[in-house]
């Protein structure tokens, strides 16, 4: 059974950083896409960054600058840095993990395999 794991959510003040990090049972880690979704109350799931399985990276407008993803195929494992955070980046965090095409993968709906979520709130 596949299982994504993340760790490193928590409470931080604004300005403030955080890492997460995603570790997966997928034998076939490195020919997957793996990223982050969030999803914030009352609002739908959305996109913050994904890396493909060329290790290139995408990010969601609002993350540029502030975000960085990277994948490590060895330990099956991705990291997501956060600095410079913003009280509207207080959201569940979902590590994700699939095989879109690259026109789609930005879409939540073409990911296969999904962890239980982070949660990441930032204070004022």
């Known amino acids: 059974q596949v299982q994504l794991v993340e760790s490193g959510g928590g409470l931080v003040q604004a300005g403030g950083s955080l890492r997460l990090s995603c570790t997966a049972s997928i034998d076939s880690f490195r020919n997957h896409a793996v990223g982050w979704f969030r999803q914030a109350p009352g609002k739908e799931r959305e996109f913050v960054a994904v890396t493909s399985r060329s290790n290139y990276p995408y990010y969601a407008e609002s993350a540029k600058g502030r975000f960085a993803i990277s994948r490590e195929n060895a330990k099956k494992t991705i990291y997501l840095q956060m600095d410079w955070l913003k009280p509207e980046d207080t959201a569940v965090y979902y590590c994700?993990?699939?095989?879109?095409?690259?026109?789609?993968?930005?879409?939540?709906?073409?990911?296969?395999?999904w962890g239980q979520g982070a949660q990441v709130t930032v204070s004022s």
């Open positions: 994700a993990a699939g095989q879109p095409v690259l026109s789609s993968i930005r879409d939540p709906d073409m990911y296969r395999y």
